[in-house]
């Protein structure tokens, strides 16, 4: 019996995963049983941490206004200021009422003022 040549299809496969992990070090990038670990690996941790994001941008833009509404009078907090917001409904996300409480305070010192009236 004369030896058969296997197919292109398990090489091609393989070959994909290596270029998946060719910027991992060591055997990460080397054995195709470590690769296929650190791939799921990988892709578990990219999916968990893109709602993780989210979550540490939005704790970032409370500590940001409230640090900056505090410091306007020590009675007004952010919980309070972002009630009168939805009370008077003023359509202001956290995203951009961060922005305002980092370059231009005044701004958002005069919204708060005028919520409170």
């Known amino acids: 019996m004369t030896r058969i040549r296997r197919g292109y299809i398990a090489r091609r496969r393989r070959t994909k ?14 054995l195709t049983r470590t690769i296929i670990q650190q791939k799921i690996r ?21 500590t ?21 917001l939805y009370k008077g409904q003023l359509l202001l996300n956290r995203k951009i009422l961060a922005q305002m409480a ?11 003022n005028e919520i409170i009236k």
């Open 64 to 84: 940001r206004i409230n640090a900056v509404i505090r410091g306007a009078g020590a009675s007004y907090i952010y919980s309070r200021l972002i009630h009168n």
């Open 17 to 30: 995963m290596r270029l998946f992990a060719s910027s991992f070090r060591g055997a990460h990038s080397r």
């Open 102 to 112: 980092i370059s231009n305070r005044n701004c958002l010192y005069m919204i708060s």
């Open 42 to 62: 990988a892709l578990v941790s990219a999916h968990r941490d893109r709602d993780r994001k989210k979550r540490d941008f939005r704790r970032l833009w409370i």
